[in-house]
């Protein structure tokens, strides 16, 4: 992809025009600036906002005790693990129906409150945890010299809390920046994104080589994002390590901070709420209609993938992606986790940036990597290569999932065991092993809801007769007539409920091996 991106043409072609001649084409456009100038601001649109609202909630949310916060807490975290796919469709549900008043559907608007919506939770987490741990007093003792709660916050709170105010505000950059998902499912306003500029390049006008560029530019814009990241992250968990949690009561100064957290969460509420009331409602009356035509490709369509049919190959790529990522997943997670020093600990170093790669990287970008690398070949027809990217999507996550509990294992153990004559295969089994198996829950939840959800890199390589839940109810959305649009929002509903199935499930087995494990040590 980079070869072709700069050259401007396929790297084996004999008509090459030299480097650069393809780059400066692209940039040479208009169309070209104004998809970047409508991707960075609608980016930049979204993290603001995000930051506005998030504040708020991060003190209420972590630093108040009140009655129901643990609830408040899970419905804020709900559109963070939903597929883009879903929070698009929840949202367009909500703005064509209760909301359509606004006129705000197919609108850039309703792109950025979207993005809005899926990553206020991420503000939330990573201020509200800093700010749990950071020491209340001094605001306090500004307080009593006089200073306005606005004034101690400006002053003394918001320098304390800039190291996670900036993390997560590059976080949330970072996801807005790639949210194709959310883009198609509102319409792709104005002039689009780049990520749906390479989609429309490639499938649309098959111009590989526009698409090239444009997926460079994509990475390099998602590369220094994720750098940022890094680098504010690293801060942040410096900071974090000042005091251990405290919360205080709600007090009357409070009551501006509770009333904005309560209207984010009703703002999160909404679109779900209303995905899931009109998936059941037909003409204006309650009916299941809607899940029973799922066993039909459409209205006014013959032929193509049904959504039941979608959900059959959705479980099944899924599986398959789980599988190959946790193949890969376990042993570098076992690599990763040894304590080293010297060459082996910078090479650990680059194998960690390496595998984290695929979590900065849009998917688009990534199946349109695929796509050209493997296209032309055998195994780009080959029933694999969707599972394959789908994997490589999950794999840093699930291997995330196991370096902690890995990294949790005593190194005496293991030199212990040694001590007294057992094998390294030995030690793996006896020791490693186990406490893999306590992550290994939650690892496989993880990669298979991130499979089943997964459609930037899948619409560039699903088969046409064997096409995902995710694309199926895309297409839905593309066609005309009220049924295909309501079998659009069912088919939004079971993703839903089979993603979050997925990753609840995950974390009940994880919570009753920790629980097992515990016992263990008792006895």
Same mark, same amino acid.
């Given at each position: 992809?980079?070869?072709?991106?700069?050259?401007?043409?396929?790297?084996?072609?004999?008509?090459?025009?030299?480097?650069?001649?393809?780059?400066?084409?692209?940039?040479?456009?208009?169309?070209?600036?104004?998809?970047?100038?409508?991707?960075?601001?609608?980016?930049?649109?979204?993290?603001?906002?995000?930051?506005?609202?998030?504040?708020?909630?991060?003190?209420?949310?972590?630093?108040? @005790?009140?009655?129901?916060?643990?609830?408040?807490?899970?419905?804020?975290?709900?559109?963070?693990?939903?597929?883009?796919?879903?929070?698009?469709?929840?949202?367009?549900?909500?703005?064509?129906?209760?909301?359509?008043?606004?006129?705000?559907?197919?609108?850039?608007?309703?792109?950025?409150?979207?993005?809005?919506?899926?990553?206020?939770?991420?503000?939330?987490?990573?201020?509200?945890?800093?700010?749990?741990?950071?020491?209340?007093?001094?605001?306090?003792?500004?307080?009593?010299?006089?200073?306005?709660?606005?004034?101690?916050?400006?002053?003394?709170?918001?320098?304390?809390?800039?190291?996670?105010?900036?993390?997560?505000?590059?976080?949330?950059?970072?996801?807005?920046?790639?949210?194709?998902?959310?883009?198609?499912?509102?319409?792709?306003?104005?002039?689009?994104?780049?990520?749906?500029?390479?989609?429309?390049?490639?499938?649309?006008?098959?111009?590989?080589?526009?698409?090239?560029?444009?997926?460079?530019?994509?990475?390099?814009?998602?590369?220094?994002?994720?750098?940022?990241?890094?680098?504010?992250?690293?801060?942040?968990?410096?900071?974090?390590?000042?005091?251990?949690?405290?919360?205080?009561?709600?007090?009357?100064?409070?009551?501006?901070?509770?009333?904005?957290?309560?209207?984010?969460?009703?703002?999160?509420?909404?679109?779900?709420?209303?995905?899931?009331?009109?998936?059941?409602?037909?003409?204006?009356?309650?009916?299941?209609?809607?899940?029973?035509?799922?066993?039909?490709?459409?209205?006014?369509?013959?032929?193509?993938?049904?959504?039941?049919?979608?959900?059959?190959?959705?479980?099944?790529?899924?599986?398959?992606?789980?599988?190959?990522?946790?193949?890969?997943?376990?042993?570098?997670?076992?690599?990763? !986790?040894?304590?080293?020093?010297?060459?082996?600990?910078?090479?650990?170093?680059?194998? @960690?940036?390496?595998?984290?790669?695929?979590?900065?990287?849009?998917?688009?970008?990534?199946?349109?990597?695929?796509?050209?690398?493997?296209?032309?070949?055998?195994?780009?027809?080959?029933?694999?290569?969707?599972?394959?990217?789908?994997?490589?999507?999950?794999?840093?996550?699930?291997?995330?999932?196991?370096?902690?509990?890995?990294?949790?294992?005593?190194?005496?153990?293991?030199?212990?065991?040694?001590?007294?004559?057992? !094998?390294?295969?030995?030690?793996?089994?006896?020791? @490693?092993?186990?406490?893999?198996?306590?992550?290994?829950?939650?690892?496989?939840?993880?990669?298979?809801?991130?499979?089943?959800?997964?459609?930037?890199?899948?619409?560039?390589?699903?088969?046409?007769?064997?096409?995902?839940?995710?694309?199926?109810?895309?297409?839905?959305?593309?066609?005309?007539?009220?049924?295909?649009?309501?079998?659009?929002?069912?088919?939004?509903?079971?993703?839903?409920?089979?993603?979050?199935?997925?990753?609840?499930?995950?974390?009940?087995?994880?919570?009753?091996?920790?629980?097992?494990?515990?016992?263990?040590?008792?006895?």
């Amino acid at each position: 992809m980079l070869v072709r991106g700069f050259l401007g043409v396929d790297a084996t072609s004999s008509n090459q025009t030299g480097i650069w001649s393809g780059v400066f084409e692209v940039f040479g456009e208009s169309r070209t600036w104004k998809i970047i100038w409508q991707t960075l601001w609608m980016a930049f649109a979204g993290t603001a906002l995000s930051v506005l609202l998030g504040i708020p909630g991060a003190y209420t949310l972590y630093c108040l @005790d009140f009655r129901g916060k643990r609830l408040l807490r899970g419905l804020v975290s709900i559109p963070f693990v939903l597929p883009t796919v879903v929070v698009g469709i929840a949202f367009r549900s909500l703005l064509e129906g209760p909301l359509s008043f606004l006129g705000l559907a197919n609108s850039t608007s309703a792109v950025v409150m979207a993005m809005v919506f899926f990553n206020f939770s991420v503000i939330v987490r990573t201020v509200g945890t800093m700010w749990s741990g950071i020491d209340h007093r001094t605001a306090e003792a500004a307080r009593t010299l006089g200073a306005t709660p606005l004034r101690a916050f400006l002053t003394v709170t918001l320098p304390q809390l800039a190291p996670a105010v900036a993390a997560g505000s590059g976080l949330v950059f970072l996801y807005c920046s790639t949210a194709y998902g959310i883009v198609t499912t509102l319409g792709n306003p104005g002039y689009g994104t780049i990520e749906m500029e390479i989609y429309l390049q490639t499938v649309t006008f098959f111009n590989l080589d526009r698409a090239a560029i444009l997926s460079v530019l994509q990475f390099m814009i998602v590369l220094f994002a994720l750098l940022v990241t890094t680098s504010l992250t690293k801060k942040t968990e410096v900071a974090l390590r000042v005091r251990k949690d405290s919360s205080c009561p709600v007090r009357r100064g409070d009551a501006g901070a509770l009333v904005a957290t309560l209207a984010s969460v009703a703002f999160i509420v909404a679109p779900l709420l209303t995905l899931a009331v009109r998936s059941f409602r037909v003409h204006d009356e309650w009916s299941l209609e809607n899940y029973r035509r799922l066993q039909t490709p459409g209205t006014g369509f013959t032929g193509g993938t049904t959504v039941f049919e979608g959900i059959s190959h959705s479980i099944k790529i899924a599986t398959d992606a789980t599988m190959i990522a946790l193949v890969i997943a376990i042993p570098l997670a076992l690599v990763l !986790s040894r304590q080293v020093d010297g060459v082996r600990a910078r090479f650990q170093q680059l194998l @960690d940036g390496f595998v984290l790669l695929p979590l900065g990287i849009s998917t688009v970008t990534v199946g349109f990597g695929f796509l050209i690398t493997f296209g032309p070949t055998t195994f780009g027809r080959s029933p694999l290569l969707v599972p394959v990217a789908q994997a490589v999507v999950a794999l840093p996550l699930a291997v995330r999932v196991l370096l902690p509990v890995l990294r949790a294992i005593d190194p005496r153990m293991r030199e212990a065991a040694a001590t007294l004559g057992a !094998s390294p295969a030995k030690i793996l089994q006896t020791i @490693d092993l186990p406490f893999l198996a306590r992550g290994l829950g939650l690892a496989t939840g993880f990669s298979f809801a991130v499979s089943l959800g997964e459609f930037g890199a899948t619409s560039f390589l699903a088969d046409p007769a064997y096409q995902t839940l995710p694309v199926v109810i895309v297409k839905l959305l593309s066609r005309p007539g009220e049924y295909n649009y309501g079998m659009a929002l069912a088919g939004a509903v079971i993703l839903a409920v089979a993603t979050a199935s997925a990753m609840i499930a995950a974390e009940t087995l994880s919570m009753r091996r920790e629980t097992a494990s515990l016992l263990e040590r008792k006895a």
